[in-house]
């Protein structure tokens, strides 16, 4: 069966740098694994335009198109539109929780499409679990 998933910021960031934990901990590994694991699948991988404004703070768009064309020259990426209830939900959730924007229109984007919003961030995974299922990338290969 084909899933749906969000990415998180950070998960793209793992992948294309190839990076590893302050323990040592393959963190470019396990997202490369669980990208070849989407392309097997063909699972689907939504998007929206706040993934390339997050990923435009550290790369320029040469990167950034290289980073997401892994994916997108499959057919697996799919953007989606952030609708204003969308935005003003996930402004209030930020509010509310004191967590970053970005985290929580990820979360109510995973809800709203049938997503599993993949991340490390404790604070997804734990803070947001009442909005959208959500793990690391090692545990859902």
Do not use: Q
């Amino acid at each position: 069966m084909v899933e749906k998933y969000i990415l998180d910021t950070l998960i793209w960031r793992d992948f294309y740098e190839y990076r590893y934990s302050l323990e040592n901990r393959p963190l470019g590994r396990y997202a490369a694994l669980f990208f070849e694991k989407l392309l097997k699948r063909k699972d689907t991988v939504l998007y929206s335009e706040k993934l390339i404004y997050e990923l435009g703070k550290d790369y320029g768009e040469d990167e950034i198109n290289n980073m997401l064309g892994v994916l997108y020259g499959t057919g697996v990426l799919v953007r989606i539109a952030i609708t204003e209830e969308e935005y003003r939900e996930a402004k209030s959730l930020a509010y509310d929780r004191k967590i970053p924007l970005v985290d929580c229109l990820n979360a109510v984007h995973a809800r709203n499409h049938g997503a599993r919003l993949i991340s490390r961030d404790p604070h997804i995974l734990k803070d947001l679990a009442d909005i959208c299922p959500s793990s690391r990338p090692e545990s859902s290969l």
